[in-house]
C-alpha cells in the first residue's frame, strides 16, 4: 500500500536556496513514491502580524515556486491551508485534548516568546493546528527539520491521547529528517542554517534572485585563509556548505569536485559556483515567472484545495463522530 506523505511551508517571506535544497527539491523526488499533500500553511504564518497584500503574494508565490521546481499536480495534491476549513476546525478538536504545560514546553514558542510582553495566544496554540494539518490526511511520513522534531512528537502524542480516548481513528506519522548534505547554512556565518529571517541579506539567496546577485552573494560567501577546497565540516564550514551546494544543485559528488579543484584557488571555484546556482534556478524562475502571471496557478490550487477537503472532511467527520459533537446522520 503506497505511503502518505504531508507538508507544509509558510508563506511568511521569501524562499531560500536552503528551502529548495532541503525541502522541495526533495519533495519532488517524494512524489513519485508517495501520496503526497502539500500544503502552503498560510494559517500558520499568521500567529505573528502579517501585512495583508504582503501575504496573498507570498501565498501565490510560493505555491509558484512548488511547481516551478517540479512538483506535478497530477502526482501530488497542492492546495493553501485556508481554503480547506477542515484544518482549523480539527486543531480546534485537538487543542481541546492539549495540555497547557505541554504546549509551554515547545522550543520555538519559547523562543518566539521570550522577552515580548503581548504574546498571540495562536503562537502557543498553533502545534495542535499543525497536528491537524498531518492527521486529516492519515499522514505515514512528515518530512522535517531538526527544529520540528518536537512537533511530530507532539502530534504522535495527541493522536494517541485521542485514539484511545474516544476511538482509535489515527495513524501515528513518523518524522523524516533530510539526507545528510541537505542541510545549508548561511553564506555569511556557516555555522548557522540559511534563514530567510537572517537581518544580513548577503547571508541567504533566494530562489527569485537576479543572476548578478547570486553571483555576488556566493563571491562575497566565508571561507577560509587556507586556500584548498576540501569538505571538512568542522574545520573549513564555509567552504563545506558551499561544496555542498555544488554537489547537489551540480551533480557531482564531493569527491569528484574536490579533486577538480585541487591546486585551484577560491575564486575560480567561487565563479563556477556562481554559475551552477544561476543555471539550476533560472528553469525554475522563468516557469514560477509565467504561472503568476496566468490563470494555471488558480486552476491548480481550485483542484487541489477540492481534493484534499475531499479526503480531510472524511476525517473530520470521523472526529466529531468520535467526540460526540453535531448530530449524527444516518
Not at 515547545?106 to 492527521?135: C, N, R, W
Not at 573549513?236 to 579543484?261: C, D, H, Q, R, T
Not at 571555484?269 to 503568476?292: G, H, S, Y
Request: include cysteine.
Amino acid at each position: 500500500m503506497v505511503k502518505t506523505i504531508f507538508s507544509g511551508i509558510q508563506p511568511s517571506g521569501v524562499v531560500t536556496l536552503g528551502n529548495y535544497i532541503g525541502a522541495i527539491k526533495q519533495f519532488v523526488d517524494l512524489q513519485h513514491d508517495y501520496d503526497c499533500y502539500f500544503c502552503v500553511v498560510d494559517q500558520h504564518a499568521i500567529t505573528v502580524p502579517q501585512e495583508r497584500l504582503t501575504l496573498r503574494k507570498n501565498i501565490r508565490t510560493l505555491a509558484a515556486i512548488y511547481i516551478a521546481a517540479g512538483l506535478d499536480p497530477e502526482k501530488a495534491t497542492l492546495f493553501i491551508q485556508s481554503e480547506v476549513p477542515a484544518h482549523a476546525q480539527a486543531a480546534w478538536m485537538l487543542q481541546c485534548i492539549s495540555y497547557l504545560g505541554e504546549l509551554e514546553r515547545m522550543t520555538q514558542f519559547k523562543d518566539k516568546a521570550h522577552g515580548k510582553e503581548a504574546v498571540s495566544a495562536g503562537l502557543l496554540t498553533y502545534p495542535p493546528l499543525m497536528a491537524a494539518d498531518i492527521l486529516l490526511y492519515n499522514a505515514d511520513i512528515v518530512p522535517v527539520g531538526d527544529d520540528q522534531k518536537q512537533h511530530i512528537e507532539l502530534t504522535r502524542d495527541l493522536a494517541g491521547r485521542f485514539n484511545n480516548r474516544y476511538n482509535d481513528i489515527f495513524t501515528l506519522p513518523e518524522a523524516r529528517i533530510p539526507k545528510v548534505g541537505a542541510r545549508i547554512m548561511s553564506l555569511q556565518d556557516p555555522t548557522k542554517k540559511m534563514s530567510k529571517s537572517d537581518s544580513n541579506q548577503r547571508g541567504f539567496i533566494t530562489i527569485l534572485d537576479e543572476p548578478k546577485q547570486i553571483e555576488k552573494k556566493i563571491k562575497s560567501a566565508v571561507t577560509d585563509s587556507e586556500g584548498i577546497i576540501k569538505f571538512d565540516r568542522e574545520n573549513k564550514p564555509g567552504v563545506s556548505n558551499l561544496l555542498s551546494i555544488y554537489s547537489i544543485l551540480g551533480n557531482k559528488s564531493i569527491e569528484e569536485l574536490e579533486a577538480y579543484y585541487d591546486g585551484k584557488g577560491y575564486g575560480d571555484f567561487k565563479n563556477d559556483l556562481a554559475e551552477v546556482v544561476v543555471n539550476a534556478l533560472a528553469p525554475i524562475q522563468e516557469r514560477c515567472k509565467n504561472l503568476l502571471e496566468s490563470s494555471e496557478l488558480d486552476d491548480i490550487l481550485d483542484a487541489g484545495a477540492e481534493k484534499a477537503a475531499r479526503k480531510a472532511n472524511k476525517m473530520l467527520k470521523k472526529m466529531e463522530n468520535a467526540m460526540g459533537l453535531g448530530r449524527k446522520k444516518k
